[in-house]
């Protein structure tokens, strides 16, 4: 008997797809538990045309995800706190207060739970934080932390070359002080 899973079942299918089950399993148990209902050629067509919707919808979606990441992608969040002199922040910048700056800087709407941050930001400093603005689009946002009425030191951009050479010039030992030559007088 050809049903349509109302919810998704182990071992039968996932929700909304027509599965082909014993008729004993969807008379004594998928039906009246309301797992499933029968699958008519009427019920059937509309569950295609449904799908076709919302596959349509989703690519205009995904096309709108895109421009809101490349608008996301070329904002630098600025969050002045306080902090105290070794660059630990008194209090913290946490996800919440991110999608508030993001509505205030450039009106754009971000679900606070899309935000990956781990843990609270605590220290002033630069960091890139990820925002999933929709499946499959995701972009790092920019992000300083700078203490109240001052400034982050300068950039420090090194190349990795100077920082292998840097690394291989690592200074050696003085040499072993020449011993004064024995002079007979």
Do not use: C
């Amino acid at each position: 008997m050809k049903v349509i899973l109302r919810q998704d079942l182990d071992k039968v299918g996932l929700r909304g797809e027509v599965v082909d089950v014993a008729r004993g399993f969807a008379r004594n148990y998928l039906l009246p538990r309301r797992l499933a209902e029968p699958a008519t050629p009427a019920r059937v067509a509309e569950l295609e045309r449904v799908e076709a919707q919302r596959t349509r919808h989703e690519a205009s979606t995904f096309e709108q995800a895109q421009e809101v990441a490349s608008t996301l992608g070329e904002t630098e969040l600025r969050f002045e706190v306080k902090a105290g002199p070794t660059g630990v922040l008194f209090g913290s910048v946490t996800a919440t207060d991110i999608t508030d700056e993001l509505w205030r800087a450039r009106r754009i709407r971000v679900d606070r739970r899309k935000i990956d941050l781990q843990d609270p930001i605590k220290r002033i400093g630069r960091y890139d934080i990820p925002i999933e603005v929709f499946t499959d689009v995701s972009v790092d946002v920019r992000t300083l932390v700078i203490p109240e009425g001052g400034e982050l030191p300068p950039e420090e951009e090194e190349s990795p070359a100077e920082s292998a050479e840097e690394a291989e010039t690592v200074p050696e030992p003085a040499a072993a002080v020449a011993e004064p030559a024995d002079t007979e007088t």
